[in-house]
């Protein structure tokens, strides 16, 4: 069973500390939680840093490291049920892609890599993590080095059509790239 600890450790690692880049359409960022997703979250007792009631940029910079651990363990962590996952390398890198990118986006590629390492469609891209997935993520995890290469690939692919559909993420290019590669 994989360990959020060893998860969370990677993507602190990754993410660093506070950011606020005008192109990121997230907003300001403190440990990778950006000021959009702590608005969603509407989570005054996770999100609300300073006790005034609301969420705002003060917030994001007031956050502690624990403050983001707290978060990506209630809203990604447990949230998806990573803790099944039987290869710690494979959970790290699907709870990374679930934070940089977003749940849905990240379990789709999941279920691409899935296809990819089983060669054949076993279950649809749809980013819902049902039973379906599950048993096929299953099947996949017997050879869980060929699955973390076909994440990193699908990884890959998502990011550079990003910037290409987009020429203000080119900005975040080089480290995406080398963020889908570790």
């Not at 660093?16 to 960022?29: E, R």
């Not at 609300?48 to 705002?56: E, S």
Request: hydrophobic share 45%.
């Amino acid at each position: 069973m994989a360990e959020f600890s060893k998860a969370f450790a990677n993507v602190i690692e990754l993410e660093g500390g506070f950011v606020d880049h005008p192109n990121d359409p997230g907003g300001a960022t403190n440990f990778g939680i950006s000021l959009r997703f702590l608005k969603a979250t509407n989570d005054l007792e996770l999100g609300d840093m300073d006790g005034n009631g609301t969420i705002d940029f003060k917030d994001i910079k007031l956050m502690t490291i624990q403050d983001a651990a707290r978060l990506y363990k209630k809203y990604f962590w447990d949230a998806y049920n990573y803790v099944a996952i039987t290869n710690q390398a494979v959970a790290n890198k699907i709870f990374d892609m679930c934070v940089n990118m977003g749940a849905n986006q990240a379990h789709k590629l999941l279920q691409s890599a899935i296809n990819s390492t089983l060669g054949q469609l076993a279950i649809k891209s749809d980013g819902i993590l049902g039973p379906k997935t599950g048993e096929a993520m299953s099947l996949a995890m017997q050879e869980p080095y060929a699955l973390l290469v076909a994440l990193r690939s699908h990884q890959e692919g998502f990011y550079k059509i990003l910037v290409k559909q987009n020429s203000k993420f080119v900005a975040f290019k080089e480290g995406w790239l080398k963020r889908a590669l570790s």
